[in-house]
């Protein structure tokens, strides 16, 4: 099943839990001006209300019983370990 969470919205400890065998999109935008945005008739490109200049990259990442994995890394990118080892950060 696929589907289109807003991850990073809500209250803390609410919403769907994290578990291991997850795949999911993290797609930030970066903007210089204001943070609303419109989708375009297309259904798919989405702009800033202000039309001023962004900038969207997004990773895929999977949640694994160590914490996290990213799948999407360029050769010259590498996975951010804790001091303990473990990629990423999982909360039980």
Not at 6 to 18: C, S
Not at 35 to 51: A, E, L, M, S, Y
Request: aromatic letters at 4%; proline letters at 4%; glycine letters at 14%.
């Amino acid at each position: 099943m696929i589907v289109g969470l807003p991850i990073g919205y809500g209250k803390p400890g609410t919403g769907v839990r994290l578990r291991e065998g997850m795949v999911f999109t993290i797609e930030p935008m970066i903007n210089r001006g204001t943070g609303k945005t419109v989708t375009k008739d297309d259904g798919w490109t989405v702009i800033t209300k202000d039309r001023k200049l962004s900038a969207q990259f997004e990773h895929t990442v999977a949640v694994t019983r160590s914490g996290v994995e990213v799948l999407t890394l360029r050769g010259n990118e590498r996975q951010l370990r804790e001091p303990s080892g473990r990629c990423g950060s999982m909360q039980s």
